[in-house]
């Protein structure tokens, strides 16, 4: 990354900062989901079984949502359009913003991935470190996922159609609620194209069998490929949508 990319990224960072409302609301929001959570699954089995694929999900969902809004705006509002005018590569440009928002879903996923263990009392097995590693990379291909699709909304409406039309048949079709290889063929097939299936499935590798980051490296590698893809597509749409 060059020295641009970092300017951008601290010009973001600051930016979201000065927002008290939002910033309270980002740390907030997961003390929230993962409170309902915790009650909602009142046994403490179903509980354990759950959450390494709901901090996937959310993870994936924050990163996503807040990427997706906040580089909307900075287009709509012409930032962008004034950054490509300047000596900058699109490629500086779209990794200093996926660097400075992913710091804020990183926030949130930690929220709530320690609420869940220390408060919630979740067990997992595994080393911590590389839960959260891998928890990172999630987050990573969610937000480069958010930026890629932004470009194809006009304003905050048409980006949270995203979420239903991006988000939530990942959901279903991630192993979440039934085991990928018991879904109907078709949504199996359909499944190893979607991102969030490999978060699902590296996570629960991870904290419920106790797997490392080395055994899991098939899902790391394709996660590693969706952001790379996701982020290269990002930028070739700046120019056209900026």
Known sequence: MSSNTFTIAWRVMLQVARDRRTIALILIVPLVIATIAGFSLTDKNTLNNAAPGILAILIFFFGFLITGISFLRERTQGTLERLMAAPLTRMDIVAGYLLGLLIFALIQTLIMFFYMIYVLNISYRGD??????FQVLIGIVAVCMGTFFSAFARNE??????IPLVIVPQIFVSGLFIPVRQLPAVLEWISKFLP?????????ALMQQGQSLLDVGKDIGILAAFAVGFLVLASLTLKKSA
């Not at 911590?128 to 590693?133: D, R, S």
């Not at 409406?157 to 995203?162: L, N």
């Not at 969030?196 to 629960?204: A, D, N």
């Open 196 to 204: 969030l299936t490999y978060g699902v499935e590296g996570i629960k």
């Open 128 to 133: 911590l470190w590389q839960i959260l590693i």
């Open 157 to 162: 409406f048409q980006m949270i159609q995203f």
